[in-house]
């Protein structure tokens, strides 16, 4: 199981922490990441982060304003944003090989 948690309503430039707890498999052997869907798009991959934390990728257009990090002794992923911009807004999905939680909805607007 997968539940995301953090999102909200936040003014451009702001920031907010995603949080996704796991459950129900080895999450200290399992890479995660994060994607994302806003209205009438295509949902898409926006970080992810391997069982150790040692590699970090990111989509282009989050690289150096995310960070998604893990604690493998909470079961849990986060996903730090900052600087976030309108075009950030979706509603945004822990992943676990072919699961997904329910997502957690971003919204950026003044």
């Known amino acids: 199981q997968l539940v995301e948690s953090g999102g909200g309503l936040v003014q451009p430039g702001g920031s907010l922490r995603l949080s996704c707890a796991a459950s129900?498999?080895?999450?200290?052997?399992?890479?995660m990441s994060w994607y994302r869907q806003a209205p009438g798009k295509e949902r898409e991959f926006v970080a992810s982060?391997?069982?150790?934390?040692?590699?970090?990728n990111y989509a282009d257009s989050v690289k150096g304003r995310f960070t998604i990090s893990r604690d493998n002794n909470k079961n849990m992923v986060y996903l730090q944003m900052n600087s976030l911009k309108p075009e950030d807004t979706a509603v945004y999905y822990c992943?676990?090989?072919?699961?997904r939680g329910q997502g957690t909805q971003v919204t950026v607007s003044s």
């Open positions: 992943k676990w090989s072919l699961y």
């Open positions: 982060i391997t069982n150790t934390g040692g590699t970090t």
């Open positions: 129900g498999f080895t999450f200290s052997s399992s890479g």
